[in-house]
């Protein structure tokens, strides 16, 4: 095969971006001996591989080149889970929770998170933190949460609000794309918000105007059981017009014979003229 028809057969392979993805899902999980799961997107995948493959190469992001080479290795996993869990529309970097309901939520990913995915102790993830801040990477910051306790206010720490600096994914080559993707979220998340406020105000009028059954326990049963007996009853109290019409035109008939046969009685009985 020549040149042109080599050319000529790769331009004809159309682009899949899940097999895409795919591919270099399968190539980070490998290389940085990490765990993802398949809701990934696509564009940060694309830049994580192109991470890997500068690290392959032995090149080194700026400013990196005195860092010890196994804690670069570290220091390019974690910024890589970083990147992947990034809530693109919100820039947090988010891990999922389950509550006591067995109901799974998005929060703010704690530092136990990345324990969990590198596989690594609580002091090798602080080193790894203060590097990512030095470098200018990453960036965290700190939250507390209180509840009233007698009459005053007790304090305890909530899980850090976590970013990734976007100029990152300039070095790699993805920043643009990376943006435009950023952008088609934050106007996605308007439109959700704007929908579930929206089913929450109907909601609320419905339980006002007491319509409502509350989505819980047997409330949906009780929902079904009060529509079906209220259909039940707008059949039965209100007949149709067509069954009205019926009944009506049964009723004239009767009407006139009697009229007649009272005519005819009463010719009967009327007096002769002598």
Not at 221 to 248: I, V
């Amino acid at each position: 095969m020549n040149k042109m028809s080599l050319r000529k057969s790769l331009n004809t392979v159309k682009f899949d971006p899940k097999f895409e993805a795919l591919e270099d899902k399968n190539l980070i999980e490998t290389y940085f001996n990490v765990q993802l799961d398949e809701h990934r997107d696509f564009r940060i995948l694309r830049s994580v591989e192109r991470l890997i493959q500068s690290h392959f190469r032995g090149d080194r992001l700026p400013n990196c080149e005195s860092i010890r080479s196994d804690h670069y290795f570290n220091l390019l996993r974690f910024i890589s889970v970083a990147m992947l869990y990034t809530d693109q529309a919100q820039n947090v970097i988010v891990s999922k929770s389950r509550t006591p309901d067995g109901q799974w939520h998005v929060v703010p990913a704690g530092n136990a998170f990345f324990m969990k995915k590198l596989g690594i102790e609580r002091s090798t993830l602080d080193g790894i933190i203060a590097s990512a801040k030095r470098l200018g990477w990453y960036i965290s910051n700190i939250r507390y949460g209180y509840y009233q306790c007698g009459n005053g206010k007790r304090y305890y720490g909530k899980n850090s609000v976590k970013r990734v600096f976007i100029g990152l994914y300039d070095l790699l080559g993805t920043g643009k794309k990376v943006r435009e993707s950023i952008k088609s979220a934050v106007q996605y998340k308007h439109y959700r918000d704007k929908k579930i406020a929206a089913s929450v105000q109907r909601k609320k009028q419905e339980i006002r105007t007491g319509r409502g059954f509350q989505d819980y326990g047997y409330g949906g049963e009780n929902q079904r059981r009060f529509s079906h007996a209220q259909s039940k009853r707008t059949s039965s109290s209100a007949p149709s017009l067509k069954s009205r019409l019926d009944r009506d035109d049964s009723f004239c008939p009767r009407h006139e014979i009697t009229e007649n046969e009272l005519h005819r009685i009463g010719r009967l009985q009327a007096p002769t003229s002598h």
